[in-house]
């Protein structure tokens, strides 16, 4: 097996264990990954946790995302923008949003090409 083909098959497994782990469907975009298609990606997985959520007090709102970094043919990563918006649950608990804050979102190229959202971690740099 080629490395490429190493690496297509550790992502999938990776990503795979993603979708187990949290429940969540990854939704693919095209095959060029973009700071605007990285912005779609990330906003599908929060409807996603929105939805799950019905009672929530906020839903998040990705505002941008940019500095995309190509890792490599497969991986890449973002620094995205996001914020708390009120749901009407949270406008009658008298619930604060929040300001917006910084996450570095992952993303991976899957085997058809298409590139899916894999995970964040919090970035807690200055904007």
């Known amino acids: 097996m080629s490395e490429e083909d190493n690496m297509v098959n550790y992502l999938a497994r990776v ?10 469907v990854l939704v693919g975009c ?4 973009t700071e605007s298609s ?3 990606l990330l906003q599908r997985y929060y409807d996603e946790q929105n939805k799950r959520d019905p009672n929530s007090n906020l ?3 990705v505002e941008s995302c ?3 970094v190509l890792a490599n043919e497969v991986s890449a990563t973002a620094r995205c ?5 009120l749901t009407p649950a949270g406008k009658a608990a008298g619930t604060t949003p929040t300001a917006p804050f910084w996450i570095r979102a992952f ?3 899957q085997p058809d090409g298409t590139w899916v959202f894999t995970q964040y971690d ?3 740099s200055a904007g």
Do not use: E
Request: glycine share 8%.
């Open 107 to 109: 993303f991976g190229k």
């Open 66 to 68: 940019t500095r995309l």
């Open 38 to 40: 990285a912005v779609r």
């Open 15 to 24: 990503l795979l264990s993603a979708v187990l782990a949290t429940g969540v």
């Open 59 to 61: 839903n998040f709102v």
């Open 81 to 85: 923008s996001v914020k708390g918006v």
């Open 122 to 124: 919090h970035d807690l």
């Open 30 to 33: 095209s095959s060029q990954l």
